[in-house]
């Protein structure tokens, strides 16, 4: 199997053993980002649509550093902590990702790193 790391200053470092994203074959697959602000490394704020703004942000700089946009995107999965939030999650999101919009998963969890409230992964086609 024939794979590649892709990191890039423009988002966040990862904060354990992985790779931001990893391409294979014709697929690039993004690990879930929190709303992690590169420069200073801390949630950007508390606030569910500024943290799905950031990570939306991270996602983009990892494409970007391969020379692809959220257009490439073919499936996200969302982990939110309340799922009251959705409606604010989904408001934002479609400022980033547009048509036609990439499949989608949505899971409410009881916890996510670092204290977030939102955490977004993604696959994108490589090419």
Do not use: W
């Amino acid at each position: 199997m024939n794979k590649q790391a892709i990191s890039t200053k423009e988002a966040p470092a990862a904060v354990g053993p992985y790779s931001q994203a990893i391409i294979s074959g014709d697929f690039i697959f993004l690990s879930g980002q929190v709303p992690l602000d590169p420069a200073s490394g801390k949630i950007v704020s508390d606030d569910i649509e500024e943290q799905t703004a950031q990570i939306c942000k991270n996602l983009t700089a990892v494409l970007a550093s391969h020379g692809l946009d959220l257009s490439a995107v073919v499936k996200t999965t969302v982990f939110i902590t309340d799922i009251s939030q959705f409606a604010k999650v989904n408001a934002v999101y479609k400022q980033y990702f547009t048509e036609p919009c990439p499949a989608r998963s949505c899971v409410e969890v009881a916890a996510l790193p670092l204290g977030a409230g939102i955490e977004i992964e993604a696959v994108a086609a490589a090419g």
